[in-house]
């Protein structure tokens, strides 16, 4: 090149930049950098394993930077992230491995914001309730086999506290865990092939199925193989775990045990279109309703949103929503950044839209009346020996006192399960679990093996539909001793009733509602209650909740009730249902008839 062909200096900076902007984005997708290029003056450029840097700004790798550009967006708006929001802009929870290993090591739980970070491998710092780690898992479908469990029991004596929890997610954690032990968990979980990548965190949650999946006589299809393949679509979407806040995805085949899709940010539900009701752009079939929108601790339930999918059709459109609220989440008001603020905002149909964007097509609207709902549940069918669709087989749903099994009495259930199953058991969103594939011949034999280990397959109406979240004992939010007061309660009213219909309490020890107590048909919301001097253990009591086709949220009737009057109180209240029911109606149908005015006048405690 000639002097009178050099470039100018604007043109050298201009070409400097794009040869720069070339190597950031070969960084951002992993590749090698080719020029080496100097920046610019002004400029700095930073490459390598961690973030990229450009003038000191972080710019993130290919598949977070959809929620860098969200963030960007709240920034240039004048509007400030909050301190969650700042610290996964500063440090991807997802890269901080060696940082969990070298504080392990060093015997150190993490500080500050690195709490936070931490749950994006599932390990929880549960200060000051406990000095100790919870880890949660990933079990889509709450699928276990025998191996694993018997694993995690081997696991959980070495490491934690000798216990496992099954959660209302289907789902395991493990408590207690020291500083020190935090690796030997993570390390010992991957060696189960249990993953605990985004459990916690600003990130997508177990996904859960039908537990009856492929043995229910009564389901329209088989979910647990759609959950699994949403768990692995999550793992290799990377941009998911850039969420503005926790999310919640739920298949519902329309069965016996129901998975409570209709409380859950994204929910399937399985419907039937008939042949009377096709059409040529409507075939006969088996077909999924989508909802959204399901957060019943803010009491709002997962709204039909006219959009009808296919099987094959719903992890695409599921990656796509969840894609739409990477972009439009709250990421300035923790209180308000679930998707179902976000649909307050737009309007379902305007989500819609969006998510149609990201799909680059239109999704199928079909009106529910031109759909058949199948209402099959059965709400004892998480509890006791029931016959399977597969001809001399059944499944037993094991009694597991607020979810919560011993490392020993989990060995044993991995060694029934081995023994007169297929090695396999099915975790419940009821805090249970389920082993199934028993011939009709091994009943008797299970029955006595677990008689003689003292797990229970039987319940009362009490013990069957009660839920309890962790409580004050392992949890920094909650007001109240949940695990330990559910089975107060349960004791005290079936020695004073026998109920033909099930009744569900549910407790849980904070706003965040784990327990989800406004689906309960009463629902205990735990609280501080001034007595004298003091601050006591007590409850908010709600009554009237329910889920599916008998969907409600149950209402606050009696605030701030100490523990200590809450099992006479309840005691009065089933002693009034069972008086004053119509023809066996179930609770949730007594008290929808009965207003509040009627409920504090007519139960009375008697102390």
Known sequence: MTDSQSLSESQKQYLAGLVMGADVARAISGLPILSRATPTQGQTLHLGNGPTKINGQTIATAPEKPAIEAQDTVLASGKKLVKEEQAKREKNGLDIWDEIEKRAVNNEFPKGTDVFLTKFHGLFYVAPAQDSYMCRMRLPGGVLHAWQLRGLASLCEKAAGGFVDITTRANLQLREIPADKAMDILYGLRELDIITLGSGADNIRNCTASALSGLDDQELIETIPLAKKMHHAILNHR???????????????????????????????AVEVSEANASDDLKSGIYFQLTVGGITGHRDFARYTNVLLKPNECIAVAIAI?????????????????????????GFDSFIELVEQKLARSLRKVDSMRLTIHSNENRTAHIGFHPQKQAGKNYVGLVLPVGRI????????????????????????????????????AIEQVKQ???????????????????????????????????????????FLETRFVMDTPLN????????????????????????????????EGYHVHIGGGWGNRQATARLVFEAIPFHDVPPL?????????????????????????????????VVVRL
């Open 449 to 491: 093996t677990l008689t003689r280990l003292g797990i229970g397959y039987e319940a009362s109406s009490f013990r069957a539909g009660l839920v309890a979240c962790t409580g004050n004992a392992g949890c920094k939010f909650a007001a109240s001793n949940t695990k330990s007061h559910a089975m107060q309660i349960a004791r």
């Open 322 to 346: 969840v894609q739409v609220f990477i972009d439009t989440g709250d990421r300035t008001d923790r209180n308000r950044a679930r998707l179902k603020y976000v649909l307050d905002r737009l």
């Open 406 to 441: 011993t490392s020993e009495q989990a060995m044993v259930i991995a060694d029934i399960s081995e023994t007169y199953g297929n090695g396999e058991t099915r975790l419940t969103v009821w805090q249970n679990l389920i082993i199934p594939n028993i011939d009709d011949n």
């Open 239 to 269: 941009e998911c775990y850039g969420l503005p806040r926790k999310f919640n995805i739920a298949f519902d085949g329309s069965g016996k045990i129901s998975s409570l899709d209709d409380t859950n940010d994204i929910g399937f539900h």
């Open 505 to 536: 309490i549910h407790l849980t020890g904070c706003h965040h509602s784990c327990a989800q107590h406004y689906i309960g048909d009463i629902g205990l919301l735990g609280c501080k209650v001034e007595q004298g001097d003091d601050m006591i």
């Open 570 to 602: 309840l005691a009065e209240l089933v002693d009034f249902y069972l008086r004053h029911r119509r023809n066996g109606e179930d609770f949730a149908s007594f008290a929808a008839r009965k207003t509040d005015a009627e409920l504090k006048e007519l």
